[in-house]
């Protein structure tokens, strides 16, 4: 019996050395046809930590990153691993080299169960050509224990929590005996419980030696589970340290470079009119038996895990899914379930949780997609007058300050936060009395976001309602009036947004 | 900074030109070729020809352009086209000479009813486009076969004829028909809030539908639309041929998407152009009849149209 390929092992690196330097980078510098886009990348990641590289767009950490993972070369600079100066020509150099990476479109093959994902490419074998599952299984499950991984060998990829996918990515790259682990965003599609499953994950395989670079806009988590934190700022190196001696306010200011104002929540008015009133709506199994009002001048915050129904409601209330029970009035008149061109006409917008996939139109250009909602407006028996629309466009690009060399460009070129402002372009233009937003700053920077809740808060004070979704706690409290609080397709509690705290949100909802 | 005032509200942009350019480089280097290869080639009588050959396929290709641009296909185009035609074609023939008008007006009916069929089962009943005109292609032959017994229709009158073999200053009325075609296209893909649904629904039907737009009834109208140019291709087929045959139109579905792709118009939808389509109608036409010239066997002018409809595919993906 010939076993063609080697066991993976856990790599055992000495524990007692914490402060060695596993990757040091040192005024790394990186051009695109002569316009400079990395100009001073510096990082040093010590074995045994969470490294938080922290940057608005284009501060230049995915080119930074980019550079250390081999997919780019650099133009000038440093880059040692272990004290020793490397050049990567490839990923898989890199890999060799103990890098790997875990990026935000993970690709697993969902219809494999977990120990034919690891083994991908170098199954052991009998006979040379048979492959020997019963023995995959027994080292994959002995391998997930052994980094004190939950998840089960022989279950299918399609099965697991997008959480439990990464796990199994990480292992796979730890198989590799990679020692440094690069992630990019890596909880942007996951819920707040499993998060804390990947963190745990994240803390055991640092005590063993390894190291992460773990880039997020999310700073809350940064603050969870970071030991250190460097911060780039317009392609240059700005400050780095440990985490423990800065508080939010301070990582603000210098990712974005200014002192940022937070936005101050509005007082809510006594008896203002109801725009939205949801009365026991219900959808199926998502969720059941909601009630829920919007007063005009209003923010309400949802909060509740992934899975609480939460995404659910709102759709349903725009009419992107029927409901199964209750009605749903706006501005005084019943809305018809299941369109969301009647709401559109009645005075809702929609800004969906995932740009990309239902929000715009990647292969469309900047105008077209601003205009979509409202084109009939500005047609006349189906033609499109071409002056109103051009006018409208670049109204609306200088008012939600698109940057772009044209409106002509598609959409798929700008960045997440100019990819953001088309859409709530596209929303703004039909002239909505109600936003309904899910999460609406997911993937964004910190300066952007700033700019989103400054102009929700200013969109409700201008006498409108706004319905928001959010998984990161301080973002619901810093912007909501009322707080809904989502667990298992039922509305539980609704506290005053002044009242609540990170703690309670997450009790009532969990 | 940020802006530069839009130059048209057409669906020109930088790449969507170069795209174009690129099509239109491949049409002038066959071009090029044939000229050389054969002196008769670049001649005016040859060249109304060559048009006037493409004109059915460029006919069927701007429908079914429509079709793809949602991110559908159609396949029944060339079936559809025989019904038409044959149902037309009965209501035309010498004996019964002043229902040209009323035949005219069957066929192109039967063309937009088959369609609407089409469009109902993909956009409403959600069954996949490919499944549902595979379907129609062998429904919509069955048909023809039924109605016709098996035999063609002749002794067309002379006025239906015309749409086929009639000129206008010297121009082949297919032609003009196509470019008419053509041109109402254009200006409903470019100008109209229908067309600009039309693309958003094939780049991204989920944004198109939380942006309040019918998906459902744009994507069953494209069907519509293929289904009544098929009914008008096969009006001037039977014109032209001055018989309705029942096995008309065989294979006129893949010359016909084949225009589309060689276009640059995207198989996964949102991206293409009708003027693509018409010089990928003229380079299949280019190709065939500058391969009659050299003397070339058909058989080896399958071969390389073939060739030419991957290769474009190629280019098409080595751009992105």
């Not at chain 1, 697991?160 to 990019?184: C, F, P, T």
């Not at chain 1, 001048?297 to 709102?314: A, D, K, P, Q, W």
């Not at chain 2, 839009?6 to 795209?19: D, K, N």
């Not at chain 2, 010359?255 to 380079?283: E, F, K, M, N, P």
Request: net charge neutral.
């Amino acid at each position: 019996m010939v076993n063609a390929t080697e066991k993976i092992k856990v790599q055992t690196t000495a524990q007692s050395s914490s402060a060695r330097v596993l990757l040091r980078a040192e005024g790394v510098e990186k051009s695109f046809n002569g316009v400079p886009a990395l100009v001073d990348g510096r990082l040093t990641l010590k074995a045994g930590t969470v490294h938080a590289l922290c940057g608005g767009n284009g501060a230049g950490k995915s080119t930074f990153l980019n550079i250390a993972m081999g997919l780019l070369r650099r133009d000038g600079g440093i880059v040692e691993i272990d004290g020793e100066q490397v050049d990567f020509k490839s990923a898989a150099d890199a890999l060799r080299h103990g890098i790997a990476i875990i990026t935000q479109e993970l690709s697993p093959v969902p219809e494999m169960t977990v120990a034919e994902n690891l083994y991908l490419g170098r199954e052991p074998k009998r006979l040379g050509v048979l492959i020997d599952f019963s023995q995959m299984r027994r080292d994959a499950q002995a391998f997930l224990d052994e980094l004190g991984f939950e998840v089960d060998a022989t279950r299918k990829m399609g099965e697991l929590s997008l959480a439990q996918i990464q796990l199994v990515e990480i292992a796979k790259a730890l198989s590799y005996r990679a020692h440094i682990v690069i992630m990019d965003e890596p909880t942007s599609a996951i819920g707040e419980h499993e998060v804390h499953v990947l963190f745990n994950a994240l803390r055991k395989i640092t005590a063993r030696g390894s190291a992460i670079v773990y880039v997020s806009h999310k700073l809350t988590e940064i603050f969870e589970i970071a030991d250190e934190y460097t911060v780039f700022r317009d392609g240059r190196f700005i400050e780095t340290g440990n985490i423990k001696d800065i508080d939010r306010r301070h990582l603000v200011t210098q990712i974005v470079g200014r002192e940022v104002k937070l936005v101050e929540r509005g007082k809510p008015l006594e008896d203002a009119p109801i725009l939205l009133s949801v009365s026991n709506l219900a959808r199926g199994s998502h969720f059941r038996d909601i009630s829920l009002d919007v007063a005009s001048g209003e923010v309400v915050g949802i909060y509740g895990l992934l899975g609480s129904g939460r995404t659910e409601f709102l759709e349903t209330i725009f009419g992107l899914h029927s409901p199964t029970g209750g009605e749903i009035v706006f501005d005084g008149g019943k809305v018809k379930p299941g369109s969301p061109k009647d709401a559109i006409q009645r005075g809702m917008a929609m800004v969906t949780e995932d740009r990309k996939d239902s929000g715009l139109v990647l292969s469309a250009s900047i105008a077209h997609n601003i205009t979509l909602s409202s084109l009939a407006l500005m047609a006349i028996s189906g033609f499109i007058r071409g002056d109103k629309e051009r006018s409208a466009v670049q109204d609306m690009i200088v008012s939600q300050r698109i940057k772009s060399a044209s409106p002509d460009v598609a959409v798929e070129t700008l960045s997440g936060g100019n990819q953001q402002k088309v859409v709530l372009a596209r929303c703004l233009l039909t002239n909505p009395k109600l936003l309904i937003c899910d999460e609406p700053t997911r993937g964004i920077d910190e300066g952007s976001k700033q700019e989103i809740y400054a102009f929700l808060r200013d969109f409700a004070a201008k006498g409108n309602g706004v319905l928001v979704v959010s998984s990161e706690a301080p973002e619901i409290m810093q912007l909501s009036d009322r707080i809904a609080i989502f667990k298992q397709g039922q509305l539980v509690n609704v506290i005053d947004g002044a009242e609540a705290s990170q703690q309670t949100l997450m009790d009532l909802a969990s | 900074m940020s802006t530069i005032a839009l130059e048209r509200s057409g669906s020109f942009r930088a790449g969507e030109m170069i795209r174009q350019f690129s099509i239109v480089l491949v049409f002038l280097l066959i071009v090029a070729f044939f000229s050389v290869a054969s002196p008769y080639f670049m001649s005016w009588p040859n060249w109304l020809n060559l048009v006037r050959q493409s004109s059915i396929n460029g006919i069927l290709a701007i429908g079914v352009t429509f079709v793809i641009l949602t991110k559908g296909i159609d396949l029944s185009v060339g079936s559809v086209m025989a019904i038409s035609g044959m149902i037309a074609a009965s209501l035309v023939t010498e004996t019964n000479e002043h229902f040209v008008l009323i035949g005219i007006l069957a066929g192109l009916a039967v063309g937009a009813g088959l369609g609407l069929v089409n469009g109902v089962l993909v956009a409403a009943i959600k069954v996949p486009p490919f499944v549902v005109t595979l379907g129609m292609l062998s429904v919509a032959r069955g048909l023809t076969l039924i109605f016709s017994q098996g035999s063609p229709i002749p002794n067309l009158s002379d006025a239906y004829k015309w749409i086929g073999s009639g000129q206008v200053v010297y121009i082949p009325v297919p032609i003009i028909i196509l470019f008419l075609v053509f041109i109402i296209g254009w200006v409903v893909l470019n100008y109209t809030t229908f067309g600009r649904y039309v693309y958003a629904v094939g780049g991204n039907e989920k944004a198109a539908r939380t942006s309040g737009i019918s998906t459902k009834v744009i994507v069953g109208a494209t069907y519509v639309i293929s289904g009544l140019l098929a009914g008008l291709a096969g009006l001037v087929l039977t014109a032209r041929t001055t018989a309705a045959l029942p096995q008309a139109g065989i294979g006129y579905e893949l010359d016909a998407i084949a225009a589309v792709v060689i276009g640059g118009t995207s198989l996964a939808g949102g991206r293409g152009s009708l003027l693509g389509t018409l010089i990928g109608a003229l380079i299949i036409g280019t190709i065939n009849n500058g391969m009659d010239l050299m003397g070339v066997s058909s058989y080896y002018q399958q071969v390389l149209k073939g060739t030419i409809i991957v290769v474009a595919v190629i280019a098409d993906q080595f751009r992105k």
